[in-house]
């Protein structure tokens, strides 16, 4: 807790970075799935939707509502990235490279 009680936030650099190790993790993923060398940090969402056929739906706008400045809302952000994780995990399970058994993104980030 912060000064009278208050929640503790991140400072907005913090949230980027982080923000920006789990979009990288995401892309990783999403390339290998799809059997496809990984173009490096630019245009990752282009480059995607051009070589990955295999995609979560709308995964587009799933990376977008993460990316899109929501004014600070940590709740909204936090919602965007459980939706875009979920997505990633139905999309190994869809797959077969994430059985029942495995412990998914999704599961490691719930309480």
């Known amino acids: 807790m912060g000064q009278g009680g208050r929640p ?5 650099r913090t949230i980027n970075h982080r923000v920006t190790v789990l979009l990288e993790s995401v892309f990783e993923i999403l390339f ?6 990984h173009p490096g940090e630019k245009r990752l969402l282009a480059h995607a939707r051009a ?6 739906p709308g995964f587009e706008d799933k ?6 400045p ?3 809302d940590s709740d909204v952000l936090l ?3 459980d939706t875009l994780v979920a997505a990633i995990d139905d999309l190994l399970r869809a797959e077969k490279l ?3 058994g495995d412990i998914a993104l999704h599961d490691l980030a719930t309480p």
Do not use: D, F, Y
Request: charged share 20%; with cysteine; aromatic share 0%.
């Open 63 to 68: 990376v977008e509502m993460i990316l899109t």
């Open 70 to 72: 929501v004014a600070g």
């Open 98 to 100: 994430l059985s029942a």
């Open 79 to 81: 919602e965007s990235i």
């Open 51 to 56: 070589v990955c056929p295999v995609r979560p």
């Open 32 to 37: 290998a799935v799809n059997r496809q060398r």
């Open 8 to 12: 503790r936030t991140a400072p907005p």
